[in-house]
């Protein structure tokens, strides 16, 4: 979604603006500027597209500017143009605003019946001439920051540059997260505090309400009445955006192959299961029933989770796409109800929602969450880190096998403490699963092989049984998002009541198999759709590709393992395959098209 990045140094901070909105393209953008005060007045340059346009603009006429705002926009009031890109203006203001602002209509109208101009379709845009009305009245800058966040509706962040004060940054958050760093040359704000890097080595993540005055001396915070305040720092990781220590070609095929160390990472921090339970406030023995919340690839991992609360900890459990649930009627809270959401970024506005809806009915929440410092960490009830590290593709993939590595620890966790058998044995195995991860990835070279017959597919099926079941959802979804081809994950059983009818030659089907219980109901279901001259890869253990050799054409072989560790391996081949065919479709698979890392919006 949109970024903000703004700079205030000794030397002109076009390069800055720039290095830091490539940065936060990972986000996902349709169009970007910076506005910069020269001589006294505000310079503004904007582009539509990526960053290199913006970066073209700037060269041909470069900004001279020691103190400037940035944005990548992400379309949502108004197309991607360059009257609707940010900055926004109004007389001697520029601002770059994340978020929704909901009353945008009538303030547009009171705002116009006052004397402002608008130029552009943007909510963002009355920002700017609140402040400006403010000011023209008297009001100081910090003040008429502190008014405007008060007056706008919905979730936001902004980050602010004046003619009146042509040596101060400002910034405001409400919703949309916000950090701000000082180094030795200068101070930085942005919307993602792994942007500082290289600028500031402590990242002071703004709370709601908070604005910020940021000069060449330091950093103040103030909070919502005006007092000034001191909030949370993160350290910043500085290598996070060096690519030219990533020998990959992309981000996210550094990411699938860090999967191994993040799980090792994983394990060494949690070395038994009270470990994760130490993190939340909340007695397993009494839980009665446990909603998983999540969006996308979190989803998933949340659909594979509940199996295994269920399993292992013989606790209800059901699962909900966050932006259905948040507006649905429920039945009274049960005593005991227990939710727990996932998000990689922490930030995603539909989870939040959901658990301010749990928070709001009286059910404790814990949170899974990569990002520290972000909303969902520091409002949950209870936050278990789920340490992937900084993940830059838009796609996730360890944030993924992290999210199922700390699920299926709290999952044994609670039947530990519900004083479930077995526990220990699973324990025994989960310290495998990066040795299993790690031979998953040594088969990429058949991956390659197996893309390179199908990376001109139209549409693509995934099937699977059980817990493959979620491991084919996200298959399918990784496959979309990168390489733009369709595709579905189905359960396998489901087919023969419908999706069988898609069954051709020339549609792929990726089939999820495992030796085990569930084996001859998956082997049936895979044989209905050779009998149908359906274009079978099959992805399994060594014996259960044995067994259904003679209808597959092509064969993705995955360690073997139990019920948890099975579908975090037999996620890897999938990763791996819609990376190369995307990658042989030539896209931009770090940053596809129309998708946002972090979607700070419903
Ligand atoms: C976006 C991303 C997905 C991600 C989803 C949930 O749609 O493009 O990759 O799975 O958000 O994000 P979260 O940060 O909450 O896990």
């Not at 292992?312 to 005991?336: C, K, Q, T, W």
Request: some cysteine; hydrophobic content about 45%; glycine content about 8%.
């Amino acid at each position: 979604m949109c970024g903000i990045f703004a700079r205030i140094a000794n030397e002109p901070v076009a390069p800055a603006l720039i290095e830091g909105l490539r940065r936060l393209e990972y986000r996902g953008y349709d169009s970007a500027g910076i506005a910069t005060i020269e001589q006294g007045g505000i310079e503004r340059r904007c582009a539509v597209g990526k960053v290199d346009a913006l970066e073209a603009v700037v060269r041909s006429g470069p900004p001279a500017g020691t103190i400037g705002i940035a944005h990548t926009r992400w379309a949502t009031h108004g197309s991607p143009s360059e009257r609707n890109a940010h900055p926004h203006v109004a007389p001697g203001l520029a601002i770059a605003h994340n978020g929704i602002i909901e009353n945008h209509r009538e303030l547009r109208h009171a705002l116009s019946d006052r004397g402002a101009r608008f130029r552009s379709e943007t909510d963002s845009e009355v920002i700017p001439w609140l402040m400006h009305q403010h000011m023209a009245n008297g009001v100081s800058a910090k003040d008429a920051m502190h008014r405007v966040g008060e007056e706008l509706h919905g979730a936001f962040a902004i980050a602010a540059i004046s003619e009146n004060e042509p040596n101060v940054l400002r910034a405001y958050r409400r919703g949309s997260p916000l950090a701000v760093g000082f180094g030795e040359g200068g101070g930085v704000l942005a919307s993602d505090p792994q942007a500082l890097a290289g600028y500031a080595t402590e990242a002071m993540i703004l709370e709601d309400g908070d604005s910020a005055e940021i000069t060449r001396d330091g950093v103040t915070l103030f909070n919502r009445t005006g007092e000034r305040v001191q909030r949370q720092t993160l350290a910043v990781d500085p290598s996070v955006f060096a690519c030219e220590d990533n020998p990959y070609a992309h981000h996210m095929l550094r990411e699938i192959h860090e999967q191994p160390d993040v799980i090792a990472r994983i394990l060494g921090q949690y070395r038994v299961p009270a470990d994760v339970l130490a993190m939340v406030p909340v007695d397993f023995r009494r839980v009665s029933r446990i909603t998983l919340v999540a969006c996308g690839t979190s989803y998933y991992a949340a659909a594979l989770a509940r199996r295994w609360f269920q399993e292992f900890a013989r606790v209800p459990a059901e699962v909900a796409i966050a932006s259905e649930f948040r507006y649905e009627a429920f039945a009274p809270p049960l005593p005991g109800e227990l939710a727990i959401v996932i998000s990689q970024s922490g930030e995603t506005a539909d989870t939040i929602g959901a658990m301010e809806v749990m928070r709001a009915r009286g059910i404790p929440v814990i949170a899974l969450v990569n990002q520290i410092g972000s909303t969902i960490a520091r409002e949950a009830d209870g936050t278990i880190p789920l340490l992937a590290g900084p993940e830059i593709g838009v796609a996730s993939t360890k944030a993924f096998s992290a999210q199922l590595t700390v699920l299926a620890m709290l999952a044994l966790a609670a039947g530990q403490r519900r004083n479930q058998p077995g526990i220990g044995q699973f324990h025994a195995r989960l310290q495998k699963l990066g040795d299993m991860v790690t031979a998953a990835l040594h088969n990429e070279p058949a991956v390659i092989a197996v893309a390179e017959r199908i990376h001109n597919a139209h549409s693509m099926i995934y099937v699977g049984r059980g817990s493959l079941f979620p491991v084919a959802m996200e298959g399918a979804l990784k496959l979309k998002e990168i390489s733009y081809i369709h595709a579905e994950g189905f359960a396998a059983g489901e087919l023969k009541h419908g999706p069988i009818a898609l069954v051709d030659p020339q549609t792929p089907i990726i089939a999820l198999v495992a030796s085990g219980s569930l084996f001859e109901k998956s082997a049936s279901n895979i044989r209905e759709i050779a009998a149908r001259n359906g274009r079978i890869i099959l992805v399994g253990d060594r014996a259960a590709l044995l067994s259904l050799s003679d209808v597959s054409t092509h064969s993705l072989t995955v360690p073997q393992g139990c019920d948890l560790l099975q579908p975090i391996v037999s996620t890897v081949p999938l990763q791996l395959l819609a990376y190369h065919v995307a990658r042989l479709r030539g896209l931009d698979v770090d940053r596809p098209r129309n998708l946002a890392k972090s979607v700070t919006v419903e």
